[in-house]
């Protein structure tokens, strides 16, 4: 908690410096960047609004990374379980609205679930590095988006831009009570939750950390490591997919190359300053996009170019990763690397008399 | 379009195939030098896609300011190599992940070229010339083919240096010992970080000046959709050419066809599989990974400290 914060802060004086440096003043653009981004009820739906798709591609950082996987292709799996969703979408136009609407969610989900296991399964049995192969796929799945949106299942009402058919009103995911967000928020922050319930009281979480701290004595343990690789990469994925699903069923009603906003990318930095803790991902998400939602209202107000935010963002994320090098430099959270050794065996030992369905 | 196709008939196809392949696959070469060099010091450098779009900017900009490209094409290097040196320096701290700082500097670059960029969108700088090498057709088709930058011609120079420097100097070997084996490095009393430090700024370098070609020759403007990703699948590209200079020249030429077989073919009025034409590049390395790697062995002629490739 200590350094992630320490570390904002100093990206902050380090853009700080970056906006004085071009002539503006450092104090104008926080003060607009916090009124844009939660300065009013209005400022702050925008901001739930743009978190909303960084939660779930944060976790699709975060969850294979328990396995000690870098996953980076969330943008091709959300791409894809958009179509996904889109063509369940049409398939399903004629079931009661809930339950076309989960088909919708669960059909995105399988879709970014086998993308980016593909990339946890290629890791396992081909020895392919997964953030390459990740980045290669999500590339693919984009390029996949924009072949069928505008080949094969292009409508052909949608002229100006090729989009596939829409899905109809009724199945359109709502907005909050009262609130110009969609529930794409909560189903995302639902998500995060479970998730965190799981890796932290669950044996499946357990499981997971002991996979990604080392593969070796997981397997001597039993766990059946191939399994649980390509399970938190597909995990992962789902919530890529998810987050394409929502994108279509809440905001874009079709498919279309507007899903691909980046989401994916910045992801990888909400989850790299969540420390891939899926719990901190939803309160890093909300910032973000608030810093996202607030880039607009510096366009407007100083002039200042959109990528701005892209600059704050850059800087905030060299910032976050160069202090890991701090990390364990501090007495109070060093441990001996004996007695660390020791926990993990005995913790191992625990899964296996706690869990003994895992042995092979 | 098919008018001037017609001129020398459905010969124009493999030509403008050819001219597309050298104009599209100069960056992809410049880019996939510098990080082959990156890589054999033992690090990756993922950030070369926002290296590249900053060095597009800042040499369109030096251009558009000194009115010398040459000079625009200096500034883009130099400005890549400072970008490495970042990368280099922060990854030569302990526990930080290049991998990760790759991907901010991506962002970094990316995010500063468009904003410090936002004023070179309208005006025209002078670009790069060409050397024309169809002089002798009297066909204005082949002559326009044969337009070649010298950009290109240096980086096909430097893929054979390069062959040779990693074999036979005492710098190329330095440079994969260190690659190889950090406790080999040790023992012969080279300084690892140093040696990595400097490939990665070299890498910097290039993939500025492969940036410079964008913005200077080919599309030859400045805007924020320059780049299609060639940073990134210029680091594909050296996996697929396994850290071989000569072969890092011949996967450009393949990858630079395979972009260019797209706008080609639309030229033809083909247009259905345009996006599936544009992915070629990316299904390409991807298959060759799988094919290639093997879990329990390295893939052949990596270089032994890549984290890359260490599970």
Known sequence: ?360 | MTGTTTAIGWWGVPLEILAGAIRVSTPFLLVSLGECITEKSGRINLGLEGVLIMGAMSGYGASLYTGSPWLGVVAAGIVGALFGLLHGVLCSLRRVNDIAIGISIMMLGTGLAFFLGKPLIQPQAPVLPSIPFGFWSSSSQIQSALQINPLFLAGVALAVALHFAFRHTRWGMQLRIVGDSEDAARALGYQVIPVRIKATMIGGFLAGTGGAFLSLYYPGSWNEGLSSGQGIIAVALVIFARWEPLRCLWASLLFGGAGALGPALQAMGITSGYYLLNAAPYVLTLGILIATCAPNRKISGAPGELSLIRQ
């Not at chain 1, 791409?79 to 004629?94: N, Q, R, S, Y």
């Not at chain 1, 976050?320 to 050794?341: C, M, N, Y």
Request: with cysteine.
């Open chain 1, 1 to 360: 908690m200590l350094i992630p914060t320490g570390a904002i802060l100093v990206a902050m004086l380090l853009f700080a410096a970056f906006v004085f440096a071009i002539g503006q003043s450092p104090l104008d653009v926080f003060g607009l960047l916090y009124e844009g981004a939660f300065g009013s009820s209005f400022s702050w739906q925008n901001s739930l609004l743009s978190a909303s798709p960084l939660i779930l591609t944060g976790l699709t950082v975060a969850i294979p990374a328990q396995a000690g996987m870098v996953i980076i292709g969330g943008e091709g799996a959300l791409a894809l379980g958009a179509l996904g969703a889109a063509v369940a979408g049409a398939a399903l136009g004629g079931l009661p609205p809930l339950l076309a609407q989960f088909g919708i969610l669960i059909a995105g989900a399988l879709v970014g679930a086998f993308w980016i296991g593909l990339s946890g399964w290629l890791r396992n049995y081909r020895g392919v590095n997964e953030t390459i192969s990740s980045l290669l796929l999500s590339y693919i799945g984009i390029a996949l988006l924009n072949f069928f949106v505008e080949g094969p299942l292009k409508d052909p009402a949608s002229l100006n831009k090729p989009s596939t058919a829409p899905i109809s009103a009724a199945d359109m995911i709502g907005n909050l009570p009262g609130l110009e967000v969609h529930y794409g928020l909560v189903i995302g922050a639902l998500c995060a939750l479970v998730t965190w319930f799981i890796l932290r009281f669950t044996t499946i979480g357990f499981a997971l950390k002991t996979v990604g701290g080392n593969p070796r004595a997981s397997q001597m343990a039993g766990l059946r490591v191939n399994l649980w690789v390509v399970g938190a990469a597909a995990a992962g994925g789902a919530a890529a997919g998810l987050a394409g699903a929502i994108e279509v069923a809440a905001v874009q009603g079709a498919a279309n190359s507007s899903v691909v906003a980046d989401y994916g990318y910045a992801g990888i930095l909400v989850a790299f300053i969540a420390r891939q803790n899926p719990l901190a991902v939803i309160p890093v998400a909300i910032l973000l996009g608030g810093i996202n939602a607030a880039g607009g209202m510096l366009q407007r107000r100083l002039d200042m170019p959109d990528a701005t935010v892209l600059v704050l963002q850059g800087i905030v994320f060299v910032v976050i990763l160069t202090s890991d090098t701090l990390t364990g430099r501090f007495r109070a959270r060093k441990q001996p690397e004996a007695a660390l050794a020791a926990s993990t065996t005995a913790a191992i030992a625990t899964a296996i008399t706690t869990d003994g369905g895992e042995q092979t």
